[in-house]
């Protein structure tokens, strides 16, 4: 069954045009649970160019929240103007709008969402954002959330499983820690990063940064087969301590790691004591960067798992939101999860530099929404062994890549 969201949004300008700011709030359907906020102040703008900014920034948030083709999305709004012209009753005849509803569109295919215009007092949720992102633009700051729910990479949003904000976070396939074989999966737009806010200059100051270190080899690695979190959780081989002593030394020389948080299978819990260590730091260990469960390929190289269940993996190749056999996580579900975790340890480790020691899914994963790539992509990465890499979250929701996969220290 498609999952369903609704979306409520809105935009306002203090002149028309003036100082203009938009909000969004996706929802459950269901629970009415809220799933992720979005704001932004936009700098001088009409109303008309607000709402629709509103209207693009919650559908990306939906986007990002389930990247996958299929979901329904209900968009309820006061704007008259907007539901009328993006149900197409009415023609977008304004130059200025055309291309703003071109932009939502594109978002989704036909059908899958639906408008629905709703008086101003029941759009309060939406209006108060929008209102808090031109309060926070008239002070010469870029809009942050009031509420626990921490920003995540990409205009301001605020989720769970993060989407990020500006002001708003496969094919033929090796095992995770192998290099893939090229294939083709389903394209979609994946949770990513919103545009960076441009109007109203301003000091972000320090990023959370979280240097992603991939743990050291085990028995398993060479032989290239599928280890996640629901097999046999092996130690690090003699390799693999050696690789941790060695990335050990270049991050304590490098003298810039402020905290270590691993991954609770043993793989990473090793690797991330042989640095703390160096480091005269605490291993805090977060469940939610532990590594894909495969299911009943755990311990199986990719070729016996296509010998023995052809079917499940040529699923599980063909879309993110299908699971290993055996009840194993669908990248989907990984990617919600990572997500959820990235957003957590932001807040925590805001303006810090963080060692997250994890797996090469994870590690995938938090680059894949860095950088707003599709599902697929995850087969276009190598992540080896002791590898490091890293990403940079900015106050404002934006990320950036600033290293990938980089093994020098084990020369």
């Excluded at 209207?55 to 209900?74: K, M, S």
């Excluded at 311990?299 to 290993?324: K, V, Y």
């Amino acid at each position: 069954m498609a999952r369903r969201f609704v979306v409520e949004a809105d935009g306002g300008s203090r002149g028309n045009p003036g100082p203009a700011g938009y909000g969004a709030v996706v929802l459950d359907p269901d629970t009415g649970e809220t799933l992720a906020e979005a704001a932004e102040y936009i700098g001088t703008a009409t109303n008309n160019v607000a709402e629709y900014k509103g209207l693009i920034a919650g559908l990306r948030a939906v986007r990002a929240l389930d990247p996958e083709a299929g979901v329904q999305v209900q968009v309820r709004m006061d704007s008259k103007l907007v539901v009328e012209q993006m149900s197409g009753r009415w023609k977008v005849k304004h130059p200025g709008m055309r291309p703003l509803a071109a932009e939502a569109r594109e978002i989704f295919p036909p059908g899958q969402v639906s408008y629905e215009w709703i008086p101003r007092e029941r759009n309060k949720r939406a209006d108060r954002l929008a209102n808090e992102a031109m309060d926070a633009g008239a002070r010469g700051e870029q809009w942050r959330p009031s509420t626990g729910v921490a920003p995540s990479a990409g205009g301001a949003l605020t989720a769970a499983p993060g989407v990020a904000s500006a002001g708003v976070a496969p094919a033929s396939a090796a095992p995770a820690g192998a290099a893939a074989p090229s294939a083709a999966a389903p394209s979609a737009v994946a949770p990513g990063v919103a545009p960076p806010g441009w109007a109203v200059p301003a000091d972000l100051g320090a990023p959370a940064t979280f240097v992603l270190l991939r743990h050291g080899e085990t028995a398993l690695t060479p032989e290239k087969r599928f280890s996640g979190s629901g097999g046999s959780d092996p130690e690090l081989s003699p390799v693999g301590r050696r690789q941790a002593e060695l990335v050990a030394t270049a991050l304590a020389a490098r003298g810039t790691i402020q905290a270590v948080v691993s991954s609770p299978l043993r793989r990473c819990v090793e690797t991330a004591e042989a640095v703390a260590s160096r480091l005269g730091v605490d291993v805090h260990i977060e469940e939610g960067l532990r590594e894909t469960d495969f299911g009943a390929w755990e311990g199986l190289t990719f070729t016996e798992a296509r010998e023995r269940h052809p079917d499940d993996l040529q699923a599980w190749l063909a879309s993110s939101r299908a699971a290993p056999t055996g009840g194993g996580e669908s990248f989907a579900a990984v990617a919600r999860r990572v997500a959820l975790t990235r957003d957590k340890l932001i807040a925590r480790h805001a303006g810090r530099t963080v060692l997250l020691v994890t797996h090469v899914t994870p590690i995938k994963t938090l680059v894949r929404l860095a950088l707003g790539a599709p599902p697929e992509s995850l087969f276009r990465m190598e992540i080896s062994a002791a590898s490091l890499s890293a990403l940079a979250y900015y106050a404002d929701g934006n990320a950036s890549l600033r290293l990938l996969n980089d093994t020098t220290h084990l020369r």
